[in-house]
């Protein structure tokens, strides 16, 4: 493809996402667009908020759930193409504030940067945090990462951890034999590992698939991953001007952990629908009556 033609359609694409939705705002006055990023776990949180919407105010949902990355979404929410959705702290601390991520990073700091450059506040955090993690068999002999060092060991690591800062924190203070590492497309991990063509895979604490695949998550006694805290963003001023929204998404301030995200996770990984796998778990919360 011709640059000037890429260019085109990179100015084309921008345009459709953060202008024409602005133009055509005042036709949504009782429409609330949530949004999500482009993968299985933010759009079923987002489908969690937009079915409770819904369900208990007068407001009409759109969903925007296929916004490519951090950046793209949380523009959007920006220019008020969105008025809500799902993403992580370590991520909004690298991405957005551009700031170094920490491990026991405070929510109340990131929302007092994220207030003060943009306007932008986290009404409540879901109760889990998805870090990435290390991940191996059941039956192999290790349980903390400190178990590698030293030890003879498969890596299947996916293309984009290799260029995050968490894989050069890892190397830096673990001493891993890395010399045949795998780089691998994330699809194929979990059954690269199943069937013992590697020992070791990076993955995200909260995937499905470990359970799918009866992986195992190796422990740290030494913190190495940062604090991917799941929070839900949205602008002071949507907040302020409709309450009934704030109000009935507060039921969902931490009503999931590691164990409860992971099982729906694998849910939607087994092929169950996204937005039965939200309505049954909304239901099972006493949040869908009230």
């Known amino acids: 493809m011709r640059p000037w033609l890429r260019l085109s359609i990179?100015?084309?694409?921008?345009?459709?996402?953060?202008?024409?939705p602005r133009f055509f705002s005042y036709k949504r006055k009782n429409v609330v667009v949530v949004g999500a990023k482009n993968n299985p776990e933010s759009q079923l949180l987002g489908e969690m908020m937009a079915l409770l919407i819904e369900r208990h105010t007068p407001y009409q949902v759109q969903r925007s759930f296929a916004l490519d990355g951090t950046y793209i979404a949380f523009h959007a929410l920006f220019s008020d193409s969105i008025d809500l959705y799902v993403d992580y702290l370590g991520t909004i601390q690298m991405t957005i504030l551009d700031e170094p991520?920490?491990?026991?990073?405070?929510t109340r700091k990131t929302e007092e940067a994220?207030?003060?450059?943009?306007?932008?506040?986290?009404?409540?955090?879901?109760?889990?945090?998805?870090?990435?993690?290390?991940?191996?068999?059941?039956d192999f002999s290790a349980d903390f990462i400190e178990d590698l060092e030293g030890k003879t060991a498969r890596y299947g690591f996916d293309p984009e951890f290799l260029a995050r800062q968490e894989y050069r924190?890892?190397?830096?203070?673990?001493?891993?034999?890395?010399?045949?590492?795998?780089?691998?497309?994330?699809?194929?991990?979990?059954?690269?590992?199943?069937?013992?063509?590697?020992?070791?895979?990076?993955g995200s604490y909260t995937d499905g698939?470990?359970?799918?695949?009866?992986?195992?998550?190796?422990?740290?006694?030494?913190?190495?991953?940062?604090?991917?805290?799941?929070?839900?963003?949205?602008?002071?001023?949507?907040?302020?001007?409709?309450?009934?929204?704030?109000k009935t998404l507060q039921g969902l301030q931490d009503i999931l952990n590691i164990d409860k995200?992971?099982?729906?996770?694998?849910?939607?990984?087994?092929?169950?629908?996204?937005?039965?796998?939200?309505?049954?778990?909304?239901?099972?919360?006493?949040?869908?009556?009230?």
């Not at 990179?10 to 024409?20: M, R, W």
């Not at 995200?261 to 239901?283: C, H, S, T, Y």
């Open 10 to 20: 990179i100015i084309a694409c921008l345009f459709s996402v953060f202008t024409l």
């Open 101 to 106: 991520t920490s491990f026991n990073q405070s």
């Open 114 to 138: 994220l207030k003060k450059r943009y306007g932008i506040t986290i009404p409540f955090s879901w109760g889990f945090s998805n870090s990435y993690v290390l991940i191996t068999r059941n």
């Open 169 to 202: 924190l890892l190397q830096k203070r673990y001493a891993l034999s890395l010399e045949g590492l795998q780089m691998m497309d994330p699809s194929l991990l979990y059954i690269a590992l199943y069937h013992r063509s590697v020992d070791v895979i990076s």
């Open 209 to 246: 698939n470990i359970l799918r695949y009866q992986g195992k998550v190796l422990l740290e006694k030494n913190t190495v991953f940062p604090n991917y805290e799941a929070v839900t963003l949205s602008k002071a001023q949507f907040l302020r001007t409709h309450p009934q929204i704030k």
């Open 261 to 290: 995200i992971r099982l729906l996770n694998e849910q939607v990984a087994k092929g169950k629908p996204l937005q039965e796998v939200a309505k049954d778990f909304l239901k099972s919360s006493q949040l869908w009556e009230k």
